[in-house]
């Protein structure tokens, strides 16, 4: 390795390495915690599969980013296949959330608090006939625009 201090200001250097061992498909920064941000990823399991359903299995990562501490793990949870994350852009009742969807069309709502994510809620959007519902993107609606009606 050469010294790096004469570097040009066009390059990118990379400070950080970590094998999320699944597709990473979603990294989101903490607007409330920004040394804080998640990332989510999926891997399809074949050895699961029922038929033509795939099982998609999926973590959150949970990282903190510092000059002290460099990049840290924190938590890892467990879950179906992570296809997007997003956090709340405004607290709610002082909790700092975050919301991810799945390959198993559910909604899942986490509270932050103390360096740890914990769901606090769950919702499918699945009836009981439907095999293969995939929610692909989230986003939080924070009533900054509204419709006007007459």
Known sequence: MGDHTNTSP???KTLFKFNTEFSADSV???PHVPSFFVCGN????DSQSQGSVQKRLGRILLFSISCDEGLK????VNTAGILDLKWCPSTVNEMCLL???????ILEIYKFDQEK???IASYSVKNSNEKDILLLSLDWSTGKYSIITN
């Open 117 to 119: 994510l914990s769901c």
């Open 42 to 45: 999926y891997h399809l399991d």
């Open 10 to 12: 066009n390059e990118i």
């Open 73 to 76: 793990l924190h938590q890892k």
């Open 28 to 30: 989101e920064w903490c």
């Open 99 to 105: 919301g991810a969807v799945n390959s198993e069309g």
